[in-house]
């Protein structure tokens, strides 16, 4: 498909193709019925339309999205002074200012443009945005508006990682629920479910496959503690935030050997200040390590921003899953902070089954640099 060739950037210049008329589209801007996409013989002559920043976001209903930027190349370059179409497809009803689906705007001289705010609107779900100029290839962009709680997180914040001979209990697995800025979720019922596929035997008290807990004032609870089965083997223990899309899981092994979960050690620096919109200077880092020290390598890590949802992953996300090199180190995505004045501090959240860590790094957007 042409946006998969697009997003993957695998296509020469040369071989992508220009405008038709290059010099001419250039001067003017203006380009015939005839040199439009899919219009006779000269429309296998095409400039690429590079998405630059937005694509895969997910917003709740009634929030904006991050800008939606593109870039138009020919064979010789950025193409400048063209009108460029952005096209809310069906899916939602998500909108441009004004409740328009549609948008339009002019390359600068570089070839970039980003278009109009676009709102996430009900019903939630998946949708695209098509990109459209005079001789180019079409770009799309992927976004899903969340059903309302997808502004929810279920962390696992103990008990992942652990280690029991057959026939003897795990401790409790302990989950916490909060809102996307931090804020905790009381009185909500949490479900642990062992797979119906598990193969070593362990269960909850009365040889139950799920157990449920309910969240405190802070938004925690701990499940009943699971009972080793009496076959050595892994197994995961998902956990669901009843009435919101929220889950995480817990990672348990059945074993007579010796062992223990890893650790997750921030590493610095863990406290960062930078001016609004800027990109903090170093990105996110944890050390994944056994109980005597050693790092473990190709160890998954997902951070999770917190607090203040505007700051961003410079892939324009909250989340990031990266691994671990061969000293246990595993680093984000560089962040971008919110584009508000004022202090506003974000904490990070950091997850993988055998090791589970939170709110450990400080991010503030401040008018004052430190």
Same mark, same amino acid.
């Given at each position: 498909m042409n946006r998969r060739r697009l997003l993957a950037g695998g296509l020469p210049l040369a071989a992508a193709a220009t405008l038709a008329t290059a010099g001419s589209a250039r001067a003017s801007g203006r380009v015939g019925a005839a040199d439009r996409p899919g219009a006779g013989a000269g429309s296998v002559n095409r400039a690429v339309l590079k998405l630059v920043r937005g694509d895969h976001q997910t917003e709740d209903p009634n929030r904006v999205f991050s800008d939606l930027k593109v870039q138009l190349v020919g064979e010789f370059g950025p193409v400048p002074d063209v009108p460029v179409t952005f096209t809310v497809l069906p899916g939602t009803g998500s909108t441009f200012p004004g409740g328009a689906v549609e948008t339009r705007v002019r390359t600068d001289d570089r070839g970039y443009c !980003? %278009?109009?705010? *676009? +709102?996430?609107?009900?019903?939630? @779900?998946?949708?695209?945005?098509? #990109?459209?100029? /005079?001789?180019?290839?079409?770009?799309?962009?992927?976004?899903?508006?969340?059903?309302?709680?997808?502004?929810?997180?279920?962390?696992?914040?103990?008990?992942?990682?652990?280690?029991?001979?057959?026939?003897?209990?795990?401790?409790?697995?302990?989950?916490?629920?909060?809102?996307?800025?931090?804020?905790?979720?009381p009185g909500r019922t949490v479900v642990f479910a062992v797979p119906a596929t598990d193969t070593t035997g362990t269960r909850f008290p009365g040889n139950a496959l799920e157990a449920i807990a309910e969240t405190d004032a802070t938004g925690h609870c701990v499940s009943p503690a699971p009972l080793a089965g009496a076959t050595e083997g892994t197994l995961t223990v998902d956990a669901l935030l009843?009435?919101?899309?929220?889950? !995480? %899981?817990?990672? *348990? +092994?059945?074993?007579?050997?010796? @062992?223990?979960?890893?650790?997750? #050690?921030?590493? /610095?620096?863990?406290?960062?200040?930078?001016?609004?919109?800027?990109?903090?200077?170093?990105p996110l880092a944890?050390?994944?390590?056994?109980?005597?020290?050693?790092?473990?390598?190709?160890?998954?890590?997902?951070?999770?921003?917190?607090?203040?949802?505007?700051?961003?992953?410079?892939?324009?996300?909250?989340?990031?899953?990266?691994?671990?090199?061969?000293?246990?180190?595993?680093?984000?995505?560089?962040?971008?902070?919110?584009?508000?004045?004022?202090?506003?501090?974000?904490?990070?959240?950091?997850?993988?089954?055998?090791?589970?860590?939170?709110?450990?790094?400080?991010?503030?957007?401040?008018?004052?640099?430190?």
């Open positions: !980003t %278009a109009a705010p *676009l +709102t996430a609107r009900s019903p939630g @779900g998946k949708f695209q945005v098509r #990109v459209t100029a /005079p001789n180019a290839l079409d770009a799309h962009f992927d976004l899903e508006v969340g059903g309302g709680s997808a502004g929810e997180l279920l962390l696992a914040v103990d008990g992942s990682g652990q280690q029991a001979p057959p026939g003897t209990p795990f401790q409790g697995l302990r989950a916490r629920a909060l809102e996307r800025d931090g804020t905790p979720l009843r009435g919101s899309t929220a889950r !995480t %899981a817990f990672h *348990l +092994t059945v074993s007579t050997g010796a @062992g223990g979960g890893a650790q997750l #050690v921030p590493q /610095p620096p863990t406290d960062q200040t930078v001016q609004p919109g800027e990109v903090y200077a170093d944890v050390r994944v390590q056994r109980p005597d020290g050693t790092g473990v390598a190709r160890h998954p890590v997902r951070f999770t921003l917190l607090g203040d949802t505007r700051a961003r992953f410079t892939d324009g996300t909250v989340e990031h899953l990266a691994v671990s090199g061969g000293d246990g180190i595993v680093r984000s995505l560089p962040v971008r902070a919110s584009s508000d004045y004022g202090t506003t501090t974000l904490a990070v959240a950091f997850s993988v089954g055998g090791a589970v860590g939170h709110g450990e790094f400080t991010l503030t957007t401040s008018s004052t640099r430190k």
